[in-house]
């Protein structure tokens, strides 16, 4: 079985370029070099030196041993919360604004959730001097403030998007608004590993310095390089796409998605595609997708603004069709419970996104010699408004 | 012979005049399309409404939600459609993103829209090439025309490509933009409105995007067959319902 995109675009059946003809030219532009610009040399040169002097990687591979201790297994933690900017996402902007400059764009515009993709696209156009203009959900600009004034420190726009549900998913179609009106200067930086291919790929292969580091760092530490499980939360899945990548086909290893489920998967306030979504069409690509049965996308919900996306990338909607990936449904309360947790027990604040991944632990036992790595995405300065109200600390 | 291919075969310009089903009422769609046809309208573009538009601007969006709102669904688009046939003769085509096609069946969705008598589809988001490969012998079958879109930015290449498969007519969108957002064409898009036009198509093409009144159309159709108006007949629904029809086709042509 072939986990990684096939020539056409696709992951088994999902995947493509689900596009108007607006958004062709663009796309295929990318389509036709992105692979070719990744593989030149000083592109190779440029995106990893900044990755080390500019974000701070390798990020750590962290063993938590208290917390291992708590739940009798091996629990690694990934240590993306301490990248610059306080999560993943850079990663992936690195890289894309990288490829926006050798294709000639001058403009960029992105897509934000819990802000955090927002802030490392506004930080790499600061550190380039590129024009950037973010898409936010007008509900998502007021639960992640602290974000939002990052983003306008760093210069960027910040434009609400005030259709639909008024987050993610509606944040992302004001971003394809803008760049079918702007063709030719422009480049979208998505920052999830959805999108018309190449998208869900470009996005993957740079987040894959995540399972990369994993697979050197696991060896220092147990003297082997694959662990028994690598655990990650998935909104649209770039952090899960990039922890998981290097270990796709290493069968020794389980693939652990955790999705949000809101208020519970029943409740009809979640955000647990695998669960409650079928194929469809999203923002260019096809995937698994929470809908009506008219075909009309419906609205999740979950506490974490970053999870907070009815679809998944195309790669998870393959790895769950194909029983690659076991998926597991964490709700709000449980998400929010395991992350002060790790407060308490590591001296880490974790981003509520991946609070959800750390609260497997409660629901599934592992074995004592298990080597879980979990994927510590982002750090939770931004969402301490919500751990103060939750919690009235 | 398609309506749609008796009608481009009519000596004169096309007006086709797009709305969204359900809006401004959930019961409008037939009362709308008897009108535009009874005042002269050509072709008539019934827009299935969904939840996240992503080629539309403001104005069709807002109706799109509004209809969905109002109870709009496939399957009640299509019943109410169901005697259409034995009150206007207008060529009908409904314009629709993919994803509900795709949930009602895409075949299904065919052979229900050829028992109407719906003459043709345009669905912004089905690239050509997936319509090409997968879905263009079902569209053959049921006798729809799918029509696609073309661009300022869509090269010359691929503008004969999509020639070569369309046997209707071509979508000409007049600018980079989603619907809605412009009006007046400037020297680029006539620039380009002739580009196309010494191409010597084999498919007329009919402009949209950014018409709105009679100097717009009037504009369009110097270079193309016809002209397609959508928001700014909208914004008309939204202001004075659906008992002015006449006066706005009049302020056209």
């Known amino acids: 079985m072939n986990y990684n995109v096939n020539e056409k675009g696709y992951y088994g059946e999902f995947g493509g370029a689900f596009i108007p003809e607006m958004l062709y030219p663009n796309v295929e532009e990318l389509r036709q070099n992105y692979l070719k610009v990744m593989a030149e040399p000083s592109f190779q040169q440029e995106f990893n030196q900044l990755l080390k002097d500019y974000v701070g990687r390798p990020s750590p591979l962290y063993f938590a ?51 955090q993709h927002g802030v490392a696209t506004a930080t790499v156009c600061a550190l380039m001097g590129l024009e950037c203009i973010v898409y936010m959900g007008e509900i998502d600009i007021a639960r992640q403030a602290p974000n939002v004034a990052r983003m306008k420190m760093l210069g960027a ?31 979208y930086i998505i920052g999830s590993a959805i999108g018309p291919h190449p998208y869900p790929d470009m996005v993957t292969r740079f987040q894959s310095v995540i399972s990369e580091e994993i697979k050197s760092q696991l060896k220092e530490h147990e003297g082997r390089e694959n662990p028994d499980y690598v655990v990650a939360c998935i909104g649209g899945g770039s952090n899960a796409a990039g922890t998981y990548y290097h270990f796709l086909h290493e069968e020794d290893v ?26 469809g069409v999203i923002h260019g690509c096809k995937t698994l997708l929470m809908q009506t049965n008219d075909g009309q996308i419906t609205e999740p919900y979950s506490i974490s603004a970053g999870l907070d996306y009815p679809g998944v990338g195309p790669m998870h909607a393959h790895l769950c069709k194909t029983g690659r990936a076991e998926f597991m449904a964490i709700t709000d309360d449980d998400a929010m ?57 | 012979m398609n309506r749609i291919q008796q009608k481009i075969q009519e000596d004169k310009k096309l007006l086709s005049i797009y709305f969204t089903a359900g809006y401004p009422n959930l019961n409008d769609t037939v009362t709308i399309i008897e009108d535009l046809e009874k005042n002269g309208v050509d072709l008539i573009e019934i827009g ?43 060529p009908l085509i409904i314009m629709g993103y993919f994803n509900p096609m795709l949930q009602y069946g895409v075949e299904a969705f065919c052979k229900k829209c050829a028992e109407i008598g719906i003459d043709g589809l345009i669905i912004p988001d089905l690239p050509v090439d997936v319509y090409h490969e997968e879905y263009k012998a079902i569209f053959d079958t049921y006798g729809l025309i799918n029509v696609f879109l073309i661009t300022p930015q869509t090269s010359d290449d691929r503008i004969r490509f999509i020639d070569s498969i369309s046997n209707g007519f071509i979508y000409m969108v007049s600018s980079a933009s989603v619907t809605g957002s412009q009006s007046g064409f400037g020297d680029e898009q006539k620039a380009y409105f002739k580009r196309i036009a010494d191409m010597q198509l084999k498919n007329p093409q009919i402009v949209g995007f950014g018409i709105n009144n009679n100097d717009t159309f009037a504009q369009a159709t110097s270079y193309a067959q016809g002209a397609i108006i959508g928001s700014a007949f909208i914004k008309h629904l939204t202001e004075k319902g659906t008992n002015q029809i006449e006066k706005f086709v009049k302020t056209i042509r």
């Open chain 1, 157 to 187: 726009s910040v434009i609400p998007a005030k259709s639909g549900s008024r987050t993610l998913k509606d944040a992302t179609n004001e971003a394809i608004r803008d760049w079918i009106n702007n063709p030719v200067n422009t480049h």
């Open chain 2, 48 to 90: 299935l409404p969904f939840s996240d538009p992503l080629a539309d601007g403001p104005t069709i969006q807002d109706s799109s939600t509004k209809a969905l709102k109002n109870g709009m669904t496939t399957e009640t688009l299509f019943n109410q459609l169901k005697d259409i046939r034995k009150t206007v003769n207008i």
């Open chain 1, 254 to 279: 389980n693939i652990i998605a955790v999705e949000a489920a809101g208020h519970g998967v029943d409740s009809g306030e979640s955000a647990a595609t695998s669960i409650l979504g079928k194929e």
């Open chain 1, 337 to 393: 419970n395991a992350g002060l947790e790790l407060c308490k027990l590591e001296g880490i604040i974790p981003a509520i996104e991946s609070s959800h991944a750390l609260a497997i632990f409660e629901q599934k036992p592992f074995k004592p010699d298990d080597v879980v790595v979990v994927s510590l995405s982002g750090r939770g300065d931004k969402d301490l408004q919500n751990y103060i109200d939750y919690f009235k600390i």
């Open chain 1, 65 to 115: 041993k208290r917390l291992s201790e708590k739940y009798n297994t091996k629990i690694y933690l990934k240590r993306e919360d301490l990248n610059h900017t306080g999560a993943h996402k850079i990663n992936n902007t690195i890289g894309q604004i990288l490829m926006a400059k050798r294709l000639g764009k001058t403009r960029i515009i992105a897509e934000t959730g819990a802000g």
